[in-house]
């Protein structure tokens, strides 16, 4: 009988301690990482950037990190990779909408993968708590989603050298308050610079440099003196 208790208290102690070191605990939410699986499926990864995608630990899949309080997923960095200008492992496709439920998501890099004809999706808007959102790269067209000056926690904003992004530069990121870098350089915009990035208070870097486009600034606005947080 004691020896039985013995085993049984190691037993407890061996489960306490796997729960606490990770072992053998699978820390994923189901939906997310379903989530994760409907966007891997929608992607073409010619280079295996999503080979991990396979264990039931979606916490431990290249790319992704977890909260280690509430284990929902906080983090999604899969940059392509670049080596003198030649892109040499990158995803394409298509980004799906199942990333909608990646509701604690707070910081998304994609930046020099392949998404040539495609508009940066308007279902980003959706996910209120970015601090980080890192599209540059991406050979994205159409016009920026005025659906962006939804995420009002953002901090960080890059969406340079898509080259193909058009039309006007959305007064609605005037909204972006809390923006601290903001990265619209090597696009293809035309019309007036919106006073409204006047609205920045926090901002310290901020890069507008065309590619193909005409953009504009009326030189009687202020908005810019209005920056004095700039470096």
């Known amino acids: 009988m004691k020896n039985l208790k013995i085993m049984m208290f190691m037993f407890v102690v061996s489960v306490v301690l ?17 989530a994760l699986l409907q966007f891997k499926a929608a992607i073409v990864d010619r280079y ?6 396979t264990t039931p630990d979606c916490c431990q899949w290249e790319g992704i990190r977890c909260s280690n309080l509430t284990a929902h997923i906080i983090s999604l960095h899969l940059p392509g990779q670049y080596y003198y200008e030649v892109s040499w492992r990158y995803i394409s496709g298509e980004i799906h909408k199942s990333l909608m439920e990646l509701r604690q998501l707070q910081y998304l890099n994609l930046s020099f993968n392949y998404f ?13 708590n970015l601090r980080y959102l890192d599209l540059s790269s ?5 016009q920026i989603p005025t659906q962006i000056s939804s995420l009002s926690h953002l901090k960080y904003l890059n969406l340079a050298h898509n080259y193909y992004l058009n039309g006007s530069i959305p007064r609605e990121i005037g909204n972006l308050s809390r923006l601290e870098y903001l990265d619209l350089s090597g696009n293809s915009f035309e019309g007036y610079i919106p006073s409204q990035l006047g609205n920045l208070s926090n901002l310290h870097k901020l890069y ?4 193909d486009g005409d953009l504009k600034i009326v030189t009687s606005d202020q908005w810019l003196s209005n920056l004095n947080s700039l470096t």
């Open 18 to 34: 796997q729960v606490a070191y990770g072992q053998h605990h699978i820390r994923c939410i189901p939906n997310e990482r379903e």
């Open 48 to 53: 295996g950037m999503l080979s991990s995608w």
């Open 116 to 128: 040539r004809e495609t508009n940066i999706p308007e279902f980003l808007g959706s996910l209120t």
């Open 138 to 142: 991406c050979h994205f067209s159409g």
């Open 208 to 211: 507008l440099g065309g590619y």
